[in-house]
């Protein structure tokens, strides 16, 4: 699809991947990024709905005397949330080491290992009451958590979410699953916190934020949990490839749409102190050897 001469240029819908040529360059389309169908589930859809509200603001408030230009692409941070939506159906693959994400049998058995020895490390975290699962993602850790207590599970993306009720229900469980950005202010405080692989989506200059968020959602003594990567070449795909920049990851899916993502790797060191600052005492950061970080804090009384 090609654009008239001197008219917008086609872009890729932010949401659904399918090319959309804008009439103009001043369409809500244009400045939104999103094809009509997908911004027509703004009502259902978070980040739809912002996109939506940023593409109203950036038309009613024109520069003047300014030129229309092509809207902004999104930020790294923006593209987590399709990222997911459309990685959700091979997600799993990675934990399973299926397909592009098998690396020969030793290296995979090195992993599976390592796995059983986080799983190990969940099952043995002091967890019970109500708990809040963040980036819950499909579910995979879920299915431990909602054995532990009452389990409340929020992503960002509505897709994953989707797999990870199925797991549950497979597994007779029951939680409560919400479409929930881990950015939220919480609503309440619980009894423990949980994030699985996603704090290295938070960029460097934005932890201590989260962290705070992540205090502000537990009871005085309430448990903080995270299990999250550490950079080493088997834990991706066969066929990854270089960021342009670093604490940044060019994720390449199966039908060949590629999304750039923040992911750091934090230190051990580095993140025991920021948890700290937080407010957070009885901290605890190690790994699993080669692919897994573990930490784990106990939130301090308010001051």
Request: a negative charge; aromatic letters at 10%; proline letters at 9%.
């Amino acid at each position: 699809m090609t654009s008239p001469p001197g008219g917008p240029r086609p872009f890729a819908c932010l949401w659904c991947g399918r090319t959309w040529q804008p009439r103009a360059s001043d369409d809500l389309e244009a400045h939104a990024r999103l094809c009509p169908d997908c911004l027509g589930r703004a009502g259902e859809n978070p980040f739809v709905r912002f996109r939506l509200r940023a593409a109203l603001e950036a038309r009613a408030t024109p520069t003047a005397g300014s030129v229309p230009t092509q809207p902004a692409p999104p930020t790294h941070e923006e593209e987590l949330v399709p990222y997911y939506e459309a990685r959700a159906g091979e997600y799993d693959d990675w934990y399973l080491r299926r397909g592009r994400y098998a690396h020969g049998p030793v290296q995979d058995l090195a992993w599976q290992m390592e796995l059983d020895t986080a799983t190990t490390w969940v099952d043995a975290l002091p967890l019970g009451g109500e708990i809040v699962e963040l980036a819950a993602g499909t579910g995979w850790w879920s299915a431990l958590l909602a054995t532990k207590g009452e389990l409340h599970a929020y992503d960002a993306a509505s897709a994953p979410l989707d797999r990870a009720r199925d797991r549950l229900l497979a597994h007779r469980l029951r939680a409560h699953l919400h479409v929930r950005d881990a950015w939220a202010a919480p609503d309440r405080a619980v009894d423990a916190l949980f994030t699985g692989f996603w704090l290295s989506h938070v960029p460097r200059p934005r932890l201590a934020e989260f962290l705070a968020i992540s205090r502000a959602w537990l009871r005085p003594g309430g448990t903080f949990a995270l299990i999250d990567s550490l950079l080493d070449p088997a834990s991706g795909t066969r066929d990854r490839a270089e960021p342009s920049a670093p604490d940044l990851a060019l994720r390449r899916l199966v039908d060949g749409r590629t999304f750039t993502i923040p992911k750091v790797f934090y230190e051990p060191g580095e993140l025991a102190a920021a948890i700290g600052a937080a407010g957070f005492g009885d901290v605890t950061v190690a790994t699993t050897g080669r692919f897994f970080l573990l930490a784990s804090g106990r939130a301090w009384p308010a001051e």
